[in-house]
């Protein structure tokens, strides 16, 4: 593969990975509520799960969803039904006060629990599936080698868990964290807005 193929491969893959999405809602949040660590263990989780997408694309994705495309159907749903429950829960507890001390959830949940949740929130979102069965392909020669295949999902890791680290350090910021706690419930109505609009999409489309 050459140089040029490679920068193709990142720069389309960074600004669907840039794009706004449940994943980079999800590290916001998380942040905002619970720091920077805890936002930078969930973004490697996410770039797990993107790795995951990406390496069952390189090896038949899209043939599998052409052969059954009622597996994508049902995959879109189940993400959208996931979707709009966390933007149910995220929307009824949007008027709660926030506990400064973390909740018994968060306080048992580790580092490995954040990057498993990461992996969730990506593996439960058809998003990447249909970004990486469709347009992310294009860009990956039918004949490139198994380093190539390595190097290309080296690039994803980098590109998703770089782009939310990011997100969960802006969020973690005091100065964010300090309008968070002004705004509240507006912050959350309008995530949970957000995910409902997310989950809706993804379940017409």
């Not at 989780?45 to 043939?63: D, E, H, R, S």
């Not at 052969?67 to 189940?78: E, V």
Request: charged share 10%; glycine share 8%.
């Amino acid at each position: 593969m050459s140089l040029a193929a490679f920068a193709a491969i990142y720069f389309v893959h960074l600004a669907a990975a840039i794009s706004p999405g449940p994943a980079v809602l999800l590290a916001a949040r998380t942040s905002l509520r619970e720091g920077m660590a805890r936002g930078a263990w969930l973004a490697v989780g996410i770039g797990i799960g993107a790795c995951l997408w990406a390496l069952a694309a390189l090896f038949g994705l899209a043939v599998l969803f052409r052969l059954a495309p009622s597996l994508l159907t049902a995959l879109k749903f189940l993400g959208a039904g996931y979707l709009l429950y966390l933007a149910w829960k995220m929307w009824r507890h949007a008027p709660d006060p926030l506990d400064t001390a973390l909740p018994e959830t968060a306080k048992a949940r580790s580092n490995l629990g954040y990057v498993w949740l990461g992996i969730l929130a990506q593996l439960a979102n058809p998003k990447p599936a249909v970004f990486f069965g469709t347009i992310f392909l294009t860009f990956v020669p039918p004949a490139a080698p198994l380093w190539a295949y390595a190097a290309i999902l080296a690039i994803v890791f980098i590109n998703d868990t770089g782009w939310n680290i990011i997100v969960a350090r802006i969020f973690s910021l005091q100065r964010t964290r300090a309008g968070y706690l002004n705004l509240k419930s507006t912050i959350e109505r309008v995530f949970g807005g957000l995910l409902a609009l997310l989950g809706l999409k993804l379940a017409l489309t």
